[in-house]
Nanobody
Framework: QVQLVESGGGLVQAGGSLRLSCAASGTIFSVNAMHWYRQAPGKQRELVAGITSGGSTNYTDSVKGRFTISRDNAKNAVYLQMNSLKPEDTAVYYC??????????????WGKGTLVTVSS
């Protein structure tokens, strides 16, 4: 069984910063890409940023230059540094991991989410 646990959400004023963390635990053979998604009230879940096992990153246009995704492969962890936050960044942020629980057994897991609220 694999669990993803996010932390670091909270209330921040516009222009402020937060750092989200997500750690995967359990029976893990290897971890491929890890991602951060978000879902704002009344909207569909959207991909915010992703990072491969080799460190290549991608971002949705609305966060480029403000958010930075990183990972610690030794800890099976992924982070999201969020700077210059805007009220439109308010959402529940979810961690996602594409991993192998055993050789040839590939699975995708989700965390339960952490709420980020940006006040104007």
């Amino acid at each position: 069984q694999v669990q993803l646990v996010e932390s670091g959400g909270g209330l921040v004023q516009a222009g402020g910063s937060l750092r989200l963390s997500c750690a995967a635990s359990g029976t893990i053979f290897s971890v491929n890409a890890m991602h951060w998604y978000r879902q704002a009230p009344g909207k569909q879940r959207e991909l915010v940023a992703g990072i491969t096992s080799g460190g290549s990153t991608n971002y949705t246009d609305s966060v480029k230059g403000r958010f930075t995704i990183s990972r610690d492969n030794a800890k099976n962890a992924v982070y999201l540094q969020m700077n210059s936050l805007k009220p439109e960044d308010t959402a529940v942020y979810y961690c996602n991991a594409d991993l192998y629980i055993r050789i040839y057994m590939r699975r995708i897991y989700w965390g339960k989410g952490t709420l980020v609220t940006v006040s104007s």
